[in-house]
């Protein structure tokens, strides 16, 4: 069921009138002016603060708040995976074979394309229920649009982005939310089901374990670039292609009992989400710059200081707790360069690393590395 309710005081939610209102769910749009008849005369991006998953609070933010704020309530012995180690998604289990999946993630525009800022938001949110270990059921979007500003076809064609993605991962848009907003902001609720025995954390990676990415780093540092305008026609698909591929090979990953430990790279960038799983496994990571898969121009334009905010304030939060002496301002920029809609990030046993990889390439995944392993001590990472 879709439901709609405004945001804003300037805005008065007028009685259903098909005569005068146009109906996206049940966000009701006023009739569209000529002047808005062309969906690529305003540019998404001029509408929003920020972009895609560099939106995200700070990682030390964030802490602060669920700190005083959560994990005090209710919790069922149902209830798997809550928020104790910052995990992807919610697990409840339904029964002995069976446990629901339920996450959630939207964002403000990283692209100036509607339908493409669709399809990557779709498939950032779908991608934490691959990063269980679990099979996707059903998904709600999440709408929130400036409706004095945006015309009623760019909002269309941004559900229809999500829309899109969801047929791509078999599964349907069954309802959802909208708000009238001050920026536009897109999502979803994605629900999956997985087996209680396959569920795969962001906590549990061993000693000796070996470290594999994905996908390609460098998504946040196009993103800054095209909302200079001046990314490329190569440089935009190559970000399209990446941010659009849905992370399926969770699936696979799920089978495999020498997975230790799953999560996807998403707005705390490749450190921060690697500093996840070595606190919620109590161990120390060590991972090779020369083996980090990048975009084809990531490092050059990070040198020409094509930097995001996010990078910035991914650094501030736990760079206390990074060895990266031997590197410099380009290297740290990409390490923490947020991800929107990143790449699966798995730490797995030495002698299954040849099987989690033909499970990525199998899947489509050619930017696909082993970039690391664990160790032993305090939480923390090294780069080589």
């Known amino acids: 069921m879709w439901e709609n309710v405004s945001l804003?005081?300037?805005?008065?939610?007028?009685?259903?009138?098909?005569?005068?209102y146009s109906m996206i769910g049940a966000i009701m749009i006023p009739p569209v002016s000529k002047a808005h008849d062309d969906p690529t005369a305003i540019r998404l991006t001029s509408l929003s603060h920020g972009g895609g998953c560099g939106c995200k609070l700070s990682p030390a933010v964030l802490e602060q708040i669920v700190a005083k704020s959560g994990g005090s309530g209710l919790i069922p012995r149902e209830l798997l995976v809550g928020i104790e180690t910052s995990d992807d998604a919610a697990v409840y289990q339904i029964s002995e074979d069976q446990a629901i999946v339920a996450t959630t993630d939207f964002f403000m525009p990283i692209v100036d394309d509607p339908f493409d800022f669709g399809a990557i938001a779709a498939t950032n949110a779908v991608s934490d229920v691959y990063a269980m270990g679990a099979r996707p059921l059903?998904?709600?979007a999440?709408?929130?649009?400036?409706?004095?500003?945006?015309?009623?076809?760019?909002?269309?064609?941004?559900?229809?982005?999500?829309?899109?993605?969801?047929?791509?991962?078999?599964?349907?848009?069954?309802?959802?939310?909208?708000?009238?907003?001050?920026?536009?902001?897109?999502?979803?609720?994605?629900i999956g089901l997985v087996d209680p025995r396959h569920v795969k954390r962001n906590a549990g990676a061993l000693v000796g374990d070996k470290i594999i990415l994905g996908k390609a780093l460098g998504v946040g540092i196009y993103g800054a670039v095209l909302k200079k305008q001046q990314l490329t026609d190569a440089q935009?698909?190559?970000?399209?292609?990446?941010t659009t591929q849905l992370n399926t090979a969770g699936m696979r990953l799920a089978g495999l009992p020498s997975v230790h430990a799953l999560t996807d790279v998403t707005g705390f960038g490749l450190?921060?989400?690697?500093?996840?799983?070595?606190?919620?496994?109590?161990?120390?990571?060590?991972?090779?710059?020369?083996?980090?898969?990048?975009?084809?121009?990531?490092?050059?334009?990070?040198?020409?200081?094509?930097?995001t905010g996010g990078s910035t304030r991914n650094w501030n939060a736990y760079g206390s707790l990074v060895d990266l002496t031997t590197h410099g301002r380009v290297e740290q920029a990409l390490l923490t360069d947020p991800q929107t809609s990143g790449g699966l990030l798995v730490a797995c046993a030495p002698k299954a690393v040849d099987e989690v990889l033909q499970s990525f390439q199998a899947e489509g995944f050619s930017k696909v590395a082993v970039i690391g392993e664990i160790g032993p001590g305090p939480a923390g990472v090294s780069v080589v």
């Not at 005081?9 to 098909?18: A, I, N």
């Not at 450190?271 to 060590?286: D, F, I, K």
């Open 271 to 307: 450190l921060g989400h690697l500093l996840e799983v070595c606190r919620g496994s109590g161990v120390r990571a060590t991972i090779r710059w020369s083996a980090i898969p990048l975009f084809t121009d990531a490092r050059e334009l990070a040198a020409a200081g094509h930097v």
């Open 8 to 20: 804003r005081s300037d805005v008065t939610t007028p009685p259903v009138d098909g005569s005068r």
């Open 236 to 242: 935009y698909r190559e970000m399209i292609a990446s």
């Open 138 to 140: 059903f998904a709600l």
């Open 142 to 190: 999440l709408v929130a649009m400036p409706i004095d500003k945006l015309p009623l076809d760019t909002i269309r064609r941004i559900l229809e982005g999500g829309e899109s993605v969801c047929r791509r991962a078999g599964i349907p848009v069954a309802g959802g939310h909208s708000v009238d907003s001050l920026e536009a902001i897109y999502g979803l609720v994605a």
